[in-house]
């Protein structure tokens, strides 16, 4: 079991910036952040190997929004640069503790509880 908690959501005006972060209890083998706004699907934002460090990027977030970890914390961030209104969502943290799990299939099996991120206008 891998226990998730996340942090860092708020509220910001539309071009400022939020970091999100995501503490791990355990090792994780990949780690995502995904988000979901009121009436619309969950949705994969980015996603990253704790091994190689490779990482992607939903389309509308690329060049604004950056995925790190650290592995020596079992810590996963979300840097949000120029933030938009559509932006505004929860946030979810995931993880999977193994390989062939899903990762590259935005499949995960351990989720945190969210943090609420809104952009305003």
């Known amino acids: 079991q891998v226990q998730l908690v996340e942090s860092g959501g708020g509220s910001v005006q539309a071009g400022g910036s939020l970091r999100l972060s995501c503490a791990a209890s355990?090792?994780?083998?990949?780690m995502a952040w995904f988000r979901q706004a009121p009436g619309k699907e969950r949705e994969g934002v980015a996603r990253?190997?704790?091994?190689?460090?490779?990482?992607a990027y939903f389309d509308s977030v690329k060049g604004r929004f950056t995925i790190s970890r650290d592995n020596a914390k079992n810590t996963l961030y979300l840097q949000m640069d120029s933030l938009k209104p559509e932006d505004t969502a929860m946030y979810y943290c995931?993880?999977?503790?193994?390989?062939?799990?899903?990762?590259?299939?935005?499949?995960?099996?351990?989720w945190g509880q969210g943090t609420q991120v809104t952009v305003s206008s």
């Open positions: 995931a993880a999977n503790s193994r390989a062939g799990g899903g990762c590259s299939t935005w499949q995960y099996t351990y």
């Open positions: 355990a090792y994780t083998y990949c």
């Open positions: 990253i190997l704790t091994g190689s460090g490779n990482t």
